[in-house]
């Protein structure tokens, strides 16, 4: 049952700390500053990455393929919906790896089935142990979160983000890029202690006192870069699946490129600050001028605090960490919001947590 909370959405965001330690157990080992995530498949010849989902699962992806690129793999991630082999940069060398929580979504299963046709090797991240992804697949890599009853992705978005790290890792290792991994030490040791700074930003979150100074507003603008640019776009999607408001998310650097058009004194700009690069800095301060709130989810001490009318703390950790704990913050202001305007948090009007037709 839904225990103290209202909503199985909320309860689902508050079990992060554990379903995350699920996710990581004996798959982490801070002491060598190692990762094992025991996968059988023969990766050895891969020489590049798709990784295909839809919705939550397909930022995801975007969250993988960014790490990937980080670390000299060639990846890329595709919406399921828009895959296709003949526009695909699929060669015998590539690895698929569908990303579906449920395992069932018919859009992400038709572009697993064309690829398993290829020979190509697959494999399947996905919570539902048995899923049809599942077995599909050559191989399942399970993110261990629990049963998810939410129709809004919330934990199975942290515990996929935090496979596809590991998965990652793992890779660049086999495919031998001669780029390490940025940062290996930092962010083994962050990735443990991940549950432990979930916990601490769901104890301290401001999201609910902001969810009800920033209601009623025409549209709710999430901006971020790299994998800061996946977590906005996250944050834009669940925002609109609950609250039912307009919100869109991009990469900081597109808003000048149209999107400022629709900036006014009524469009919050969520900006997710969780690298040092102050360019999304910059672009904040171009919707300030024209009189946008700004709320930062960020360090205090990041530059982005001087133009920013409010902040979701976001602790200094990882790029990883940083943009996953962004990304609660996130979880909790669609979430504080949505109740403020009375909707149906676990089962929000069109949707159905699994779409088994194209
Ligand atoms: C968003 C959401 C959907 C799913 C999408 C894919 O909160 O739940 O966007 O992420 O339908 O579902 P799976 O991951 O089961 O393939």
């Known amino acids: 049952g839904k225990g103290q909370f209202d909503h199985f959405m909320l309860k689902e965001i508050h079990t992060q700390p554990t379903s995350l330690q699920k996710t990581l157990e004996g798959r982490l080992d801070p002491e060598a500053g190692d990762i094992d995530l025991d996968i059988e498949t023969d990766l050895s010849d891969v020489d590049s990455v798709q990784l295909v989902g839809c919705g939550t699962s397909y930022h995801a992806a975007l969250f993988g393929a960014s790490l990937l690129n980080r670390c000299d793999v060639p990846a890329r991630a595709i919406r399921a919906s828009e895959y296709d082999l003949t526009t695909g940069s699929l060669t015998d060398n590539t690895l698929f790896i569908a990303v579906t929580q449920s395992g069932e979504t018919a859009d992400t299963l038709s572009a697993l089935r064309q690829v398993n046709e290829e020979g190509v090797e697959t494999l399947a991240v996905t919570n539902v142990v048995q899923s049809t992804a599942a077995r599909e697949a050559d191989e399942p890599v399970y993110i261990r979160a629990g049963p998810e009853i939410g129709v809004a992705a919330t934990k199975t978005f942290s515990s996929q983000a935090a496979v596809l790290t590991l998965l990652s890792q793992h890779l660049s290792d086999i495919v031998d890029s001669g780029v390490p991994a940025d940062n290996l030490d930092r962010l083994v040791s962050d990735m443990a202690e991940l549950p432990d700074a979930v916990e601490q930003v769901l104890q301290t979150s401001d999201a609910k006192r902001l969810a009800r100074e920033y209601l009623d507003m025409n549209a709710y603008f999430f901006i971020g870069r790299g994998l800061g640019c996946s977590v906005a776009k996250e944050g834009a999607l669940k925002f609109k699946e609950i609250t039912y408001e307009h919100a869109e998310g991009f990469a900081s650097g597109e808003l000048k490129h149209g999107p400022l058009a629709?900036?006014?004194?009524?469009?919050?700009?969520?900006?997710?600050?969780?690298?040092?690069?102050?360019?999304?800095?910059?672009?904040?301060?171009?919707?300030?001028?024209?009189?946008?709130?700004?709320?930062?989810?960020?360090?205090?001490?990041?530059?982005?605090?001087?133009?920013?009318?409010?902040?979701?703390?976001?602790?200094?950790?990882?790029?990883?960490?940083?943009?996953?704990?962004?990304?609660?913050?996130?979880?909790?202001?669609?979430?504080?919001?949505?109740?403020?305007?009375?909707?149906?948090?676990?089962?929000?009007?069109?949707?159905?947590?699994?779409?088994?037709?194209?």
Do not use: W
């Open 262 to 358: 629709l900036v006014t004194d009524r469009t919050p700009i969520f900006a997710v600050c969780t690298d040092g690069s102050g360019k999304t800095v910059t672009n904040a301060e171009e919707a300030k001028t024209r009189g946008a709130p700004i709320v930062a989810l960020g360090p205090s001490d990041h530059q982005i605090m001087d133009t920013a009318d409010e902040q979701l703390y976001v602790p200094d950790r990882h790029p990883v960490c940083a943009n996953l704990l962004a990304n609660v913050q996130l979880q909790l202001l669609s979430y504080y919001c949505a109740t403020e305007l009375d909707r149906e948090i676990d089962k929000p009007r069109n949707l159905a947590k699994s779409v088994t037709v194209e």
